[in-house]
């Protein structure tokens, strides 16, 4: 290794280890704000480990925003309401429509807007990430996870 990128790794490694050191005392000063974030990771690692979509956090905040309105969407709203470009939404419909947790076909009303569906699969995801995620709120209410 050449003294240049040495001094590269050990300065991140300094700026890494002050960032923890900086982030610890925030990281303790709320207790509820860690017991969420623990609800989170547990319920995520538990989806993880048991199915095989593996979806991002826009993924997966895209098909929660279609399964808890009772509403059809269009990829037009879907990008306004989630701030993200059409061709975002887009992208991430296509990785939903291949895992058959939504489905998309042209407005017959308007032809240039795509809509997208719920389906059956979709439905036991979303019903299957509730169930995770009590279990995990129980695990946490009585001290099993830290």
């Keep these: 290794m050449n003294a240049k990128f040495g001094a590269v790794i050990a300065n991140t490694k300094v700026k890494m280890t002050q960032a923890s050191k900086a982030a610890a005392p ?21 989806l ?31 990008a306004k309401m989630l701030n ?10 296509d990785r939903l429509v291949e895992a058959h947790l939504v489905s998309r076909a042209e407005d017959a009303a308007d032809r240039r807007r795509v809509l997208v569906y719920r389906t059956a699969d979709g439905l036991r995801y979303i019903e299957e990430l509730g169930t ?15």
């Design 26 to 46: 925030i990281a303790t000063t709320n207790q509820d704000d860690g017991r969420y974030l623990r609800l989170i990771r547990g319920t995520m690692l538990d």
């Design 48 to 78: 993880v480990r048991r199915d095989g979509r593996d979806l991002t956090a826009r993924q997966l905040t895209t098909l929660l925003t279609i399964y808890l309105q009772d509403e059809v969407y269009s990829v037009s709203m879907l």
């Design 84 to 93: 993200i470009s059409r061709p975002g939404v887009t992208r991430i419909l």
């Design 132 to 146: 995770v995620a009590e279990q995990v709120a129980t695990e946490l209410s009585v001290g099993h996870l830290s």
